[in-house]
């Protein structure tokens, strides 16, 4: 199958969330709405970062904050920052490779792909037949 129509396949059947684990207990990351990613990303814009950083993973681990890695990764989980102290009790790369699923869920390869299928499939269906 397509990766694309993997994607719409378990966005439908609800498929589309990670579960990470930070200090030995497990979270459900489901695809972030956009003041989900609003809240992340104002937590991680008090963070200095290198700008030499080719992926998430190298740009998150160029800086060790982990209280506003914690806090964003608490944005992602639940919209909010309550789980904050919580999250801060796991280990730095914990929080890191859980931020960068989170992260993973955004991404924009697989929003162009399934943009791309959505709109051959609305080509598919809203074409009208040539007599």
Do not use: H
Not at 4 to 24: L, P, Q, Y
Not at 73 to 94: A, C, F, N, V
């Amino acid at each position: 199958m397509d990766e694309s129509a993997k994607i719409v396949s378990d966005a439908i059947v609800g498929n589309d969330f990670k579960t990470v684990f930070v200090n030995g207990k497990a979270y459900t990351l489901d695809p972030p709405t956009i003041i989900k990613i609003a809240g992340a990303t104002s937590c991680l814009s008090r963070v200095e970062m290198d700008d030499k950083a080719q992926t998430i993973k190298e740009l998150l681990m160029s800086c060790k904050d982990a209280k506003n890695y914690a806090r964003a990764l608490s944005w992602l989980i639940e919209g909010d920052d309550k789980l904050t102290d919580e999250l801060s009790e796991g280990t730095y790369e914990e929080v890191v490779n859980a931020l960068c699923d989170g992260f993973d869920l955004i991404s924009t390869s697989v929003f162009y792909k399934a943009a791309s299928l959505m709109k051959t499939a609305s080509q598919l269906t809203a074409t009208p037949r040539q007599n």
